[in-house]
């Protein structure tokens, strides 16, 4: 069977972003993506200044999609809130409209994108996978790019004893959360996980949330918990009183604080698949974009040199960011948190830049 040279799974901003710049440094490569239009993503849509300067290598411009301006982080808890400038611009731009823009993106630049196929299973050692119709590909480099999803054959250790389930929807547009939501993005911390909004392109606020399972048990599903976290956070219920939040997508297992620690010959890990960002940072999808492009830079090199390449850059950042994941996860640390951040306003600035892929 004849090999493919580049073979991405996954078109997503990591598998794009590898599409579009393998194409560009005249390896077009071959990507599967199993759906089939825009879809939406269970994403908090926030784009910091490190995705916004990724976007600009890839010559995307998020403005031109009509991402919302971002300048300023409000926290809230039930101690209180506190509202800082962030160090640098960023963006809300819904997933649905910044995956297509890239997925476009990469068929532009030359990359073979074959939408609507799925890829059931892979070999590492072969760089082979085979796909839901049965077919197999064999591939000279395999980028792994399915992101939250896992692909028998290459599963990501998963701890279930703290297993977050990250769940989102969209708030209607409604001229209050325009004018309380624009230009910030707001963190709601509870309990077990936190609620995040923002404005996105179309009017609508994206609401996503990161919660421990245990937390949705108890409550008896999605609906229930939402009543009891209106109930905790008045702040919250304000938000909430201005559109009933339906239609949640959600996903769950997601290994927050895990990286890659080596890979196989050929095997490229990109975004969610090397390295995984408490979602609370807001910056999976900088590391998504930069893995891509790391990853065809060191096409050459080799996958081992590029995982380890990419281990040492985001070790940092996830380190730092499960410390802050999990001391606003749990009452007392929030409290000391919360405090310190009204003593020093700058703190969630500085957070901000310790958990940045590239500063
Ligand atoms: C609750 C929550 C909130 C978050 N909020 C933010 C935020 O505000 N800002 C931020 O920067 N990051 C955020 N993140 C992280 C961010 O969503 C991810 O880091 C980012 O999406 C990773 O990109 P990716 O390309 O690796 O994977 P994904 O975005 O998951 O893309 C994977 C792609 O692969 C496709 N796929 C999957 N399996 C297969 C298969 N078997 N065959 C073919 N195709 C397949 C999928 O359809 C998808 O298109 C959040 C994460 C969570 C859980």
């Given at each position: 069977?004849?090999?493919t040279?580049?073979?991405?799974?996954?078109?997503?901003?990591?598998?794009?972003a590898?599409?579009?710049?393998?194409?560009?440094?005249?390896?077009?490569?071959?990507?599967?993506e199993?759906?089939?239009?825009?879809?939406?993503?269970?994403?908090?849509?926030f784009?910091g200044w490190?995705?916004?300067?990724?976007?600009?290598?890839?010559?995307?411009?998020?403005?031109?999609?009509?991402?919302?301006p971002?300048?300023?982080?409000?926290l809230?808890?039930?101690?209180?809130?506190?509202?800082?400038?962030?160090?640098?611009?960023?963006?809300?731009?819904?997933?649905?409209?910044?995956?297509?823009?890239?997925?476009?993106?990469?068929?532009?630049?030359?990359?073979?994108?074959?939408r609507?196929?799925?890829?059931?299973?892979?070999?590492?050692?072969?760089?082979a996978?085979?796909?839901?119709?049965?077919?197999?590909?064999l591939?000279?480099?395999?980028?792994?790019?399915?992101?939250?999803?896992?692909?028998?054959?290459?599963?990501?250790?998963?701890?279930?004893?703290?297993?977050?389930?990250?769940?989102?929807?969209?708030l209607?547009p409604?001229?209050?959360?325009?004018?309380?939501?624009?230009?910030?993005?707001?963190?709601?911390l509870?309990?077990?996980?936190?609620?995040g909004?923002?404005?996105?392109e179309?009017?609508?606020?994206?609401?996503?949330?990161?919660v421990?399972?245990?937390?949705?048990?108890?409550?008896?599903?999605?609906?229930?918990?939402?009543?009891?976290?209106?109930?905790?956070l008045?702040?919250?219920?304000?938000?909430?009183?201005?559109?009933?939040?339906?239609?949640?997508?959600?996903?769950?297992?997601?290994?927050?604080?895990?990286?890659?620690?080596?890979t196989?010959?050929?095997?490229?890990?990109?975004?969610?698949?090397?390295?995984?960002?408490?979602?609370?940072?807001?910056?999976?999808?900088?590391?998504?974009l930069?893995?891509?492009?790391?990853?065809?830079a060191?096409?050459?090199?080799?996958?081992e040199?590029?995982?380890?390449?990419?281990?040492?850059?985001?070790?940092?950042?996830?380190?730092?960011?499960?410390?802050?994941r999990?001391?606003?996860?749990h009452?007392?640390?929030?409290?000391?948190?919360?405090?310190?951040?009204?003593?020093?306003?700058?703190?969630?600035?500085?957070a901000?830049?310790?958990?940045?892929?590239?500063?």
């Open positions: 069977m004849r090999r040279p580049a073979l991405i799974v996954g078109g997503g901003p990591a598998g794009t590898a599409a579009i710049a393998l194409a560009r440094a005249g390896d077009p490569p071959r990507l599967i199993r759906t089939t239009e825009p879809h939406e993503v269970v994403c908090g849509a784009l490190d995705a916004l300067a990724a976007l600009r290598r890839l010559d995307l411009d998020p403005a031109r999609l009509g991402a919302r971002i300048h300023r982080l409000r809230v808890a039930d101690v209180g809130q506190v509202e800082t400038r962030l160090p640098r611009a960023a963006a809300g731009l819904s997933r649905r409209c910044l995956d297509e823009a890239l997925i476009d993106a990469a068929r532009a630049a030359g990359a073979t994108v074959e609507g196929r799925s890829v059931r299973a892979a070999e590492p050692s072969r760089r996978v085979r796909l839901d119709d049965g077919n197999e590909i591939a000279d480099a395999l980028f792994l790019a399915t992101g939250k999803h896992e692909l028998r054959g290459a599963v990501r250790p998963r701890d279930t004893s703290r297993d977050p389930v990250g769940l989102r929807t969209a209607s409604s001229p209050r959360l325009d004018r309380e939501l624009e230009g910030v993005i707001e963190l709601h509870f309990d077990g996980g936190y609620a909004l923002l404005l996105q179309d009017g609508c606020a994206n609401l996503c949330l990161s421990a399972r245990r937390r949705i048990k108890r409550a008896g599903g999605i609906p229930n918990l939402i009543r009891r976290l209106s109930d905790e008045p702040a919250l219920k304000a938000r909430l009183a201005e559109a009933d939040p339906v239609g949640w997508s959600a996903v769950s297992g997601v290994p927050y604080g895990w990286w890659a620690r080596g196989e010959p050929g095997l490229f890990r990109l975004g969610d698949q090397g390295a995984v960002i408490a979602s609370l940072a807001g910056d999976g999808i900088a590391i998504a930069e893995s891509g492009l790391q990853a065809a060191m096409r050459e090199a080799g996958a040199a590029f995982q380890h390449r990419l281990g040492e850059r985001a070790a940092f950042p996830l380190l730092v960011a499960e410390g802050l999990r001391c606003a996860e009452r007392l640390p929030r409290h000391v948190l919360m405090r310190l951040v009204q003593l020093f306003p700058p703190l969630p600035r500085l901000a830049r310790l958990t940045r892929i590239a500063p």
